[in-house]
């Protein structure tokens, strides 16, 4: 199965006939530098649905037994500073001050 993986203006493609959460998980942090992915599947009728394990994922495929590629959204989660109280941070590291996530 294809997978089409989106964050922002990131696209990447994942092919695995049968992927695990965590190779998912693992490809998105090494390819895309992701650290806490957030995944979402939004169905035809634009019903979204989180994913955060395998069996989420073997859903999808059976649903979709019939198309080979499936979007997954990342929404990226944001963080506040204890520091310096910036709230809309989404790396390790605070983007004002430099401190690191706790």
Do not use: H
Not at 44 to 51: L, M, Q, R, T
Not at 94 to 102: A, L, N, P, S, W
């Amino acid at each position: 199965m294809l997978f089409n993986i989106v964050a922002n203006d990131q696209e990447k493609l994942y092919e695995n006939e049968n992927p695990t959460y965590d190779e998912i998980i693992r490809f998105i942090k090494q390819q895309m530098n992701i650290i806490s992915p957030l995944l979402t599947y939004i169905d035809d009728d634009g019903k979204s649905y989180y994913v955060n394990c395998t069996n989420d994922i073997n859903e999808i495929k059976k649903k979709l037994a019939i198309i080979k590629k499936v979007n997954l959204y990342i929404t990226l989660q944001s963080w506040t500073c204890e520091f310096c109280t910036y709230e809309e941070n989404t790396e390790e590291k605070c983007e004002v001050c430099g401190q690191i996530k706790k």
